[in-house]
């Protein structure tokens, strides 16, 4: 069997090949050519941004709600167009990157060695929304079962939630896991869910790092507490754990398919950096029962991979899928959680300083990633975010306005947007 290691190690590498395809398609530009890492092992975080097309100017602090894609994205993306343009047929009759052939399997397989998992175990979706669409339409319910969700989950996760349950006769209850985000612990929440779940209770709905607060919730803890709310219980009545895994996914040094989930969604192109429209949904081996699927499937195999919405999709995105990979590999997952915590904690840090600012995100690294939420008072959130945007910083804003901290991000821009807000409390 091929170990994690090998399979890393071979989708590390197949960015590092540098081939000229005689077609004249674009040439794909890999990491070898503008080195990410430096000899000693570092990450070379200048050169990475320089992959990236950002506005100059501008200090981009939403890069996780829309982000851009990197040089070796874009040239792969612009290399698996050309084929498809020149010849339509080569979507079925085979698909290349420079280094080798490129389709579904690879794309699976490299996403499972990212999420430590098997690549018969993922499914492929467009984005996070369609994937909480698949599972919440797909989970085989009894009427009068509910899905156990918060306000604190995305629109798209609640409103999934709801559409499924009023078509099947099930119910969503959202309830609350803190009371005050800020304040939360990981204890506090675990038992918060375990009060929660009841005898009809088929799915609890939880998003690991939450855009509307920025906290990440203790995904092993609640694992655990749905564990022992399932004993006893058959699988038709089995509460499943299903985690919008969207924020966590590249942002924190976690193998998504390790975290005692039943499934995690998460779209691809945010953190990942991978190329627009796309997504994964990872199912739990012993859970792939429980669900059935709800589009045609045009990708071949079994496990997830009929739950997979078909049709012909914008393959030369789909299929770049392991160029982000290899380079997030490259990067190193605990390297670029770090960068994040870094630049985040020094988010929270100086926004705390900052007369009439309040941070909503708990302070506590375990407990939060890339998100940093906050209050400015006597200013509407939308009032902040345009105000940074008349200084050239983009915040965005849901519940609360929002800092994002990409891994492409720099202390000195976190300084300019701290210091954006200084002048309007001032
Ligand atoms: C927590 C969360 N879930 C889901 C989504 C929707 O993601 P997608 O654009 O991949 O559908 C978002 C959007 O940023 C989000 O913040």
């Not at 050519?33 to 070379?44: F, L």
């Not at 989970?139 to 009023?166: M, N, Y």
């Not at 924020?247 to 953190?271: F, M, N, P, S, Y």
């Not at 309040?358 to 902040?384: K, M, N, R, W, Y």
Request: hydrophobic letters at 45%.
């Amino acid at each position: 069997m091929t170990s994690r290691r090998d399979l890393l190690a071979r989708s590390a590498g197949a960015v590092a090949v540098t081939l000229v395809p005689s077609s004249g398609a674009a040439r794909v530009n890999t990491p070898r050519e503008q080195p990410v890492t430096t000899v000693d092992g570092r990450v070379d975080w200048d050169a990475l941004r320089a992959q990236f097309r950002l506005e100059p100017g501008w200090v981009n602090l939403a890069l996780f709600y829309l982000a851009s894609h990197p040089k070796v994205v874009r040239d792969a993306v612009d290399h698996l167009r050309a084929q498809v343009d020149a010849n339509p047929l080569s979507v079925p009759t085979g698909m290349a990157l420079p280094d080798g052939p490129t389709g579904w399997p690879r794309v699976r397989q490299a996403l499972a060695a990212y999420v430590g998992g098997r690549a018969e175990d993922i499914a492929m979706t467009a984005s996070t929304s369609i994937g909480l669409g698949v599972v919440y339409n797909g989970v085989v319910t009894r009427p009068g079962q509910e899905f156990l969700l918060t306000e604190h989950d995305h629109i798209s996760h609640r409103t999934a939630a709801r559409l499924a349950a009023e078509k099947h006769g099930n119910k969503v209850r959202l309830v609350s896991w803190f009371a005050d985000p800020a304040t939360a612990t990981a204890d506090g929440i675990a038992a918060a869910v375990g009060e929660a779940i009841r005898r009809n209770t088929r799915v609890v709905g939880i998003t690991w790092v939450q855009s509307s607060t920025g906290l990440r919730m203790p995904v092993r803890a609640v694992a655990e507490v749905v564990r022992r709310a399932n004993e006893g219980r058959s699988p038709a009545d089995r509460c499943l754990l299903v985690v919008d895994g969207v924020h966590g996914l590249a942002a924190v040094d976690e193998d998504a398919a390790g975290l005692g989930a039943d499934v995690v969604i998460a779209g691809t192109h945010k953190w990942l950096f991978g190329p627009r429209g796309t997504g994964l949904i990872w199912v739990a081996p012993d859970v792939l029962e429980q669900l059935r699927p709800t589009f045609v499937s045009f990708i071949s195999g079994g496990g997830a991979a009929p739950l997979s919405p078909g049709g012909f999709l914008a393959f030369e995105h789909a299929f770049a899928l392991p160029v982000a990979v290899a380079l997030h590999e490259q990067l190193g997952r605990a390297r670029v959680a770090t960068r994040i915590t870094q630049l985040s904690t020094r988010a929270k840090q100086g926004l705390s300083r900052i007369r009439g600012v309040t941070v909503h995100t708990p302070a506590d690294p375990e407990l939060s990633a890339g998100i940093t939420c906050f209050s400015v008072a006597g200013h509407a959130h939308q009032q902040v975010v345009d105000h940074a945007a008349a200084h050239r910083v983009r915040l965005s804003t849901s519940t609360y306005t929002r800092i994002g901290t990409a891994v492409i991000n720099t202390p000195a821009e976190i300084d300019t947007a701290l210091n954006s807000l200084d002048d309007l409390t001032r």
